[in-house]
Nanobody, 117 residues
Framework: QVQLVESGGGLVQPGGSLRLSCLAS????????MGWYRQAPGKQRELVAA?????????HYADSVKGRFTISRDNTKNMMYLQMDSLKPEDTAVYYC?????????WGQGTQVTVSS
């Protein structure tokens, strides 16, 4: 089993910044994908940013967040982060971290991010 716990969400004004964190525990070896998704009210869950881990690690960002969001990780602490800068009201959503060890997807419980003046 794998457990993922997000933190760092909150209310921020447009143009502000937040950093989300995701702590993983359990059987996380052989992870091939780590990422952040979000789901706004009335919309489908969408990929925001992810690592794809193979012979080399590649990064993916949704077009809507390129240049504003940065995904990172600290393997020594089993942590993954999402630095979100220049936030916009349309970034308002519940943000979920995801991890895929050995072909199985695991999700955190989500953390609310609200961008509003």
């Amino acid at each position: 089993q794998v457990q993922l716990v997000e933190s760092g969400g909150g209310l921020v004004q447009p143009g502000g910044s937040l950093r989300l964190s995701c702590l993983a525990s359990g059987s996380i070896f052989s992870t091939t994908v780590m990422g952040w998704y979000r789901q706004a009210p009335g919309k489908q869950r969408e990929l925001v940013a992810a690592f794809f881990i193979g012979a080399a690690t590649t990064y993916h960002y949704a077009d809507s967040v390129k240049g504003r969001f940065t995904i990172s990780r600290d393997n020594t602490k089993n942590m993954m982060y999402l630095q979100m800068d220049s936030l916009k009201p349309e970034d308002t959503a519940v943000y979920y971290c995801m991890r895929r060890p050995r072909g199985q997807d695991y999700w955190g419980q989500g953390t609310q991010v609200t961008v509003s003046s």
